[in-house]
């Protein structure tokens, strides 16, 4: 089955470390990667850049909306993602509970599928 882990953090945390510690932490995620990697968990992994360099668009009754980041009522931005093959949840869960980032943001654990069920 495939699951997504969501890298959840605050707005403005990222800007509060610095390049070193911002550095280090990054490397910590890619060893976390290379690890998933070498097991057969890993499909892909990414972080991505703030919701500064982001953009929003919604069409509602045919009106285009395009909103560019960063987004002052985010309480919580996606910092980045990893998408696993994992034969249960539990897996998922332990891997999550594994990633580094849960000692400075959120890990949430999201299976694949149809958004209708």
Same mark, same amino acid.
């Given at each position: 089955?495939?699951?997504? /882990?969501?890298?959840?953090? +605050?707005?403005?945390? *990222?800007?509060? *470390?610095?390049? %070193?510690? !911002? *550095?280090?932490?990054?490397?910590?995620? /890619?060893?976390?990667?290379?690890?998933?990697?070498?097991? !057969?968990? /890993?499909?892909?992994?990414?972080?991505? +850049?703030?919701?500064?360099?982001?953009?929003?668009? %919604? +069409? *509602?009754? !045919?009106?285009? %909306?395009?909103?560019? !980041? &960063?987004?002052?009522?985010?309480?919580?931005?996606?910092?980045?993602?990893?998408?696993?093959?994992?034969?249960?949840?539990?897996?998922?869960?332990?891997?999550?509970?594994?990633? &580094?980032?849960?000692?400075?943001?959120?890990?949430?654990?999201?299976? /694949?599928? &149809?958004?209708?069920?």
């Amino acid at each position: 089955m495939a699951y997504m /882990l969501l890298i959840i953090e +605050k707005p403005g945390d *990222r800007a509060a *470390r610095s390049e %070193t510690a !911002g *550095r280090a932490l990054y490397e910590r995620m /890619l060893s976390f990667s290379a690890e998933l990697k070498s097991r !057969g968990l /890993l499909t892909m992994s990414q972080a991505l +850049k703030s919701d500064a360099s982001g953009s929003r668009i %919604t +069409k *509602r009754s !045919g009106a285009v %909306t395009v909103r560019d !980041g &960063p987004f002052a009522e985010a309480r919580e931005i996606v910092g980045g993602f990893f998408l696993l093959t994992c034969e249960t949840r539990e897996e998922a869960v332990a891997i999550a509970e594994a990633c &580094p980032a849960v000692e400075w943001a959120t890990v949430e654990v999201r299976e /694949l599928g &149809p958004c209708f069920q």
